[in-house]
């Protein structure tokens, strides 16, 4: 089974540290949800797992190999991200972007394999691309996009997913789909999948555990219910929002 870890991560830019120290473990068939406020260190956290921000402190273990010591083809056959903008200066269609993901994979004259094509039409299928793989990537819709962006991360075949808001720009059905969509593929195919959602009743109904990060530190770590309390949300969130009581998964509505 995938392990992904963080032991006493610490990390940031410049002179400032955006999180103080950091321990998480995440195992294959898990869908975690990374919540917090904004500027709480979760795009940081997840660059981090990613191996794209070296720690100051602490290290980041997959399987019990510091992430830090794979090289990056190494590194993309292992973790794949979806990141929260992605922008090509070329005009790719969304086939040749998805096949972007098979890069790690890709022998030195740099054609395509047969294991290629399938693992990249398999992607499209996935991420319910397949309608538009050969319209040009520029001309989708922002939704389209992204769904276009995850099946990039998945023709990757990854160990890992990690996906910083995954669900931006989608509506309220396509969010669902994508949720559940990654659901299975942490289960059926035993994969660590992290997102940063900022939905926190998408968290709530669509994922197995809700860790909640603020100030740079996880604050509660566990499944749904016993993470996203009223006293959590008070302490995190500020005023304002109400968790409904007696509802299994909980759900968490604006006050007027």
């Known amino acids: 089974m995938t392990v992904l870890a963080a032991t006493s991560l610490v990390a940031g830019y410049g002179a400032a540290d955006v999180l103080g120290g950091i321990d998480l473990e995440c195992r294959g068939g898990e869908r975690v949800a990374l919540v917090g406020p904004n500027a709480a260190g979760k795009t940081t956290l997840v660059r981090c797992l990613a191996g794209l921000l070296r720690p100051r402190h602490g290290d980041v273990l997959l399987d019990g190999a510091s992430v830090g010591m794979l090289d990056a083809r190494a590194r993309a ?7 929260q903008t992605f922008v090509t200066p070329f005009a790719f269609t969304v086939r ?8 790690a994979y890709i022998g030195p004259f740099g054609g395509l394999s047969s294991d290629d094509r399938r693992a990249i039409d398999k992607a499209l299928a ?67 999948c992290i997102a940063v959602l900022h939905d926190l009743n998408l968290a709530s109904a ?51």
């Open 77 to 83: 056959r292992r973790i794949a991200v979806v990141p």
């Open 96 to 103: 040749e972007i998805v096949g972007l993901g098979r890069t």
């Open 126 to 192: 996935e991420a319910g691309c397949t309608a538009v793989a050969e319209r040009p990537f520029a001309e989708l819709s922002g939704g389209e996009r992204q769904r276009a962006v995850l099946a990039m991360a998945l023709a990757q075949e990854a160990d890992v997913l990690l996906l910083d808001e995954p669900t931006v720009h989608l509506d309220p059905v396509h969010q669902r789909e994508t949720l559940a969509r990654l659901g299975r593929i942490a289960r059926d195919r035993g994969r660590v």
């Open 206 to 256: 669509l994922c197995d555990r809700v860790v909640v990060v603020d100030r740079g530190r996880i604050v509660a770590d566990g499944t749904p219910a016993a993470v996203l309390t009223q006293h959590t949300i008070d302490r995190v969130f500020g005023p304002g929002l109400r968790v409904l009581a007696g509802r299994t998964p909980p759900a968490i509505v604006p006050l007027a």
